[in-house]
Nanobody, 116 residues
């Protein structure tokens, strides 16, 4: 499985961005895909995740502002980010939980910068 993340950029506070995570390869082995972020000097944290069954979970800091969704036909997971805040600035990574791969797979990061 390979993951390709895209959609980051520079946006003003209050603005919106949509991140995409396109999966390729043996996508049937994917149990869940999550979006993580890492800000300078901070640990990587889970932002949102969606399971193969469609269950979602969110970090408290983004509930009500971010929405994770998926398009099975395109093997793509999206993260719609609204009402962005400067503290959302980070490199965002997507990660796939995969059967038989204890550490899963990471996509490359995409930078999100929110200016005040």
């Amino acid at each position: 499985v390979q993951l390709q993340a895209s959609g980051g950029g520079l946006v003003q506070a209050g603005g919106s961005l949509r991140l995409s995570c396109a999966a390729s390869g043996n996508t049937f082995s994917i149990n869940a895909i999550g979006w993580y972020r890492q800000a300078p000097g901070k640990q990587r944290e889970l932002v949102a995740a969606i399971s193969s069954g469609g269950n979602t979970n969110y970090a408290d800091s983004v509930k009500g502002r971010f929405t994770i969704s998926r398009d099975n036909a395109k093997n793509t997971v999206y993260l719609q980010m609204n009402s962005l805040k400067p503290e959302d600035t980070a490199i965002y990574y997507c990660h796939a939980e995969i059967n038989g791969y204890p550490f899963g797979r990471w996509g490359q990061g995409t930078q999100v910068t929110v200016s005040s």
